[in-house]
């Protein structure tokens, strides 16, 4: 084989012109190379003398030796005076791939219906074409480089001049996966497949939608498809914003379940078969439809085939985005294929959500719309209802059903949260919108109008869906909670699903729907009563709320406690191992103080990013513990739980008189 050329220069960020030298690894071998994306050849340009690299180009380069097979073709992206602040992701392939008339994969070809979205058109087929990826860093520093398979993704969206692409590490290409850590939220290092997407009908709109409603509900337990906004260069022309998306398929579960491809069952829409078999979700439909629903037992044969926490939330999330491309479009749901194994839902696809078409959709009765018996085929026909409608019919269920969505409208759905996570999608694509934009001619001032849509969206939807519960259920309207514990510190509150840790905390619940409170003191702490508007010893009370209620949970010290503060204080500060580790949800974090200091312990994922801080205050010396529940945790106003993975912790206590930083390694097994 005639080898590989060597390149003086790396693909990457310059800040000025070079000269790109081209040398060959073997004697007697000649180089040819192209500057337009088409795989270098003995037809293409023979390298005689340095390149000038004075703007962005794309440069393949391949070696020949006489009598020898030709070598690989090698693909360098030169970035030259890019100022971009998101990651980049440069494509380059054969331009037929992408613009012949018989063949390209980008156009419109000789076959297509004059309407939209032109059915029949090149972009429509499932053609797959060579592609050379490189993905860089916002820093320039190099994620990955690699042939790969491309195909034009997505439904309606593909008319867009700017087209959705899936990328697909295959082994005839050379690497059968790209082994790279690509979202930083997700501790996923291995992708067989990852999606450019256009945002879908987003597309004209703010270019996050789908990726902003995901990201939302990342801290629950539904499997949601990861989203990081980047820019994209086509053979080394300026593409614009695409975002990179997690492709859904067995692979997608592979990784974000740790679940083996070949022993699941992954459907589609109405029990269409994606991956293994429908046996199961026919059965669990049979069952329902031929039993008495009311029944508790009926409701606990149902709860052992599919996971109903799941359930509530995904059924919750799509009500409360207000998502019309769904019911009966854009569902997917999985399970293992044990015994014991129950049916999951995977959010995607939610672009028609919050406001798309109407600016004044948060007034919409989407919990109607998801429970209609007598819907059209598109988009909420009775087949795609039939779940929540039955299982409502079960008193338990619909009380459970009704309380979850209290708790997410409390927290994860909370306004000022919705708020400032919706600025946050924004403050990432504001300084690279202008020049999307201009290349595919869309208004700035019309992208700063849609996002305001979001938030109105966000403010309002809350009020409006309560309304929709409070009338579909015949309910007698909302109390609020007030809790609060007398002694900060010693201990955390269940209340229904949620674990809170920050106290004074107040939300709003609907009257006479019981909800279920329970009193977790802390390391060197017991619980004594509750106060105020609740007078019990019990550490779990039920109440059925009339009125606004104002709740105290009283604790008292332990002897334990009491003893260790009587004690002589450690004579240095030390952070202990977390103990069991790794931890399957619960592991408890020991450190000693020697002096009254004001504590900070924070957790971080593998990328340095802030996950949760278990202690933000002052503390008395001594000896002290802090648990984390991997399952259900709160920062600020997100109830939060953690993926599988490595974390780091770390503490920092300041004293009047000195101060100590320490970090330790902790691994969390789900």
């Known amino acids: 084989i005639g080898g590989e050329p ?11 012109s070079f000269q790109l030298i081209l040398s060959a690894s073997s004697p007697h071998a000649a180089i040819y190379f192209t500057l337009d994306g088409s795989p270098a050849s003995t037809k293409s340009n023979r390298y005689q003398s340095p390149i000038l690299i004075n703007k962005t180009t794309v440069i393949r380069a391949k070696q020949i030796v006489a009598n020898a097979l030709p070598g690989k073709t ?3 992206t030169y970035f030259v005076n890019e100022k971009i602040t998101l990651p980049v992701v440069s494509l380059t392939t054969d331009p037929p791939n992408l613009w012949d008339p018989d063949s390209g994969i980008y156009v419109l070809g000789k076959n297509y219906e004059t309407n939209v979205p032109h059915f029949g058109a090149n972009f429509w087929q499932d053609w797959e074409r060579p592609v050379h990826i490189e993905f860089f860093e916002p820093d320039g520093e190099m994620g990955f480089s690699l042939d790969a398979g491309m195909k034009v993704f997505g439904g309606w969206s593909r008319d867009f001049p700017q087209k959705s692409l899936a990328i697909y590490a295959r082994s005839r290409y050379g690497a059968g996966s790209i082994d790279y850590q690509v ?7 291995k992708f067989e497949a990852i999606v450019l997407r256009n945002s879908g009908n ?3 709109s703010t270019l ?8 939302l509900i990342k801290e629950t337990e539904l499997d949601f498809q990861a989203y990081r906004p980047a820019v994209v260069f086509l053979n080394g022309e300026y593409w614009g914003i695409l975002n990179i998306r997690e492709k859904v398929n067995e692979h997608f579960l592979a990784a974000n379940r740790d679940v083996d491809p070949d022993s699941f069952d992954l459907l589609e829409n109405d029990g269409w078969i994606i991956h293994g078999d429908n046996s199961h979700f026919r059965a669990m439909l049979h069952y329902i439809n031929t039993r008495n629903m009311q029944l508790a037992q009926s409701l606990q044969t149902i709860e052992s085939m599919m996971d109903v926490d799941n359930f509530f939330d995904y059924q919750i999330a799509q009500i409360y985005f207000d ?7 854009n569902i997917k749901f999985w399970r293992p294929r044990t015994l014991q194994g129950r049916w999951k839902w995977i959010l995607f696809d939610t672009d028609f959500g919050f406001g798309l078409w109407d600016a004044s959709a948060y007034r ?8 209609a018996d007598n819907g059209p085929d598109w988009p909420n026909p009775p087949w795609s209802t039939f779940l929540l409608r039955k299982l409502l019919e079960n008193s338990q269920f619909k009380n459970d059903f009704i309380n979850r969505f209290a708790d997410l409208m409390n927290t994860t759905f909370q306004p000022k949260r919705v708020n400032q996570w919706i600025d946050e999608c924004s403050k990432l694509l504001s300084p690279e919108i202008q020049r999307h934009q201009a290349k595919w001619r869309g208004s700035v001032y019309n992208w700063h109008q849609n996002i305001r849509v979001l938030k109105q969206f966000g403010n309002f939807r809350p009020a409006y869906l309560k309304a929709h519960f409070i009338n579909k259920f015949q309910l007698k309207g909302m109390a609020r909670i007030k809790i609060d514990i ?4 010693a201990g955390q509150i269940k209340l229904n699903s949620l674990t809170l840790s920050q106290f004074p905390w107040q939300g709003d619940y609907f009257k006479e729907i019981p909800i279920q409170i329970e009193a977790v003191p802390n390391d060197g702490y017991r619980f004594s009563n509750w106060s105020d508007s609740i007078a019990s010893d019990s550490v779990t009370i039920t109440i059925t709320p009339i009125q606004d209620l104002v709740i105290t949970a009283n604790f008292n010290q332990t002897a334990i406690s009491q003893i260790d503060r009587q004690t002589k204080p450690p004579l240095e500060f030390s952070l202990g191992q977390n103990y069991p580790n790794p931890f399957n949800h619960k592991t408890t974090i020991g450190y000693d103080l020697p002096d009254d200091c004001f504590v900070t312990i924070e957790i971080f994922n593998m990328l340095g990013r802030n996950i949760a801080t278990l202690v933000d205050k002052n503390q008395t010396s001594g000896q002290h513990r802090v648990r984390l529940d991997g399952l259900h945790f709160q920062s600020g106003v997100h109830l939060c739980h953690l993926s599988s993975g490595v974390y780091f912790y770390r503490i920092e206590a300041i004293s009047q008189t000195r101060a100590y930083t320490d970090v330790k390694k902790m691994l969390y097994l789900k």
């Open 486 to 489: 007398a002694s900060p510190g």
């Open 208 to 215: 996050f939608r789908d990726g902003m409603m995901q990201s």
């Open 183 to 189: 979202f930083p939220d997700k501790p996923i290092t």
């Open 364 to 371: 919409n009765n989407t919990l109607e719309f998801a429970t």
């Open 202 to 204: 987003d597309w004209q």
């Open 6 to 16: 060597i390149f003086s220069h790396r693909g990457g960020f310059y800040n000025q």
């Open 74 to 76: 090698i693909t360098h």
């Open 323 to 329: 998502n019309t491309d769904w019911p009966g479009n």
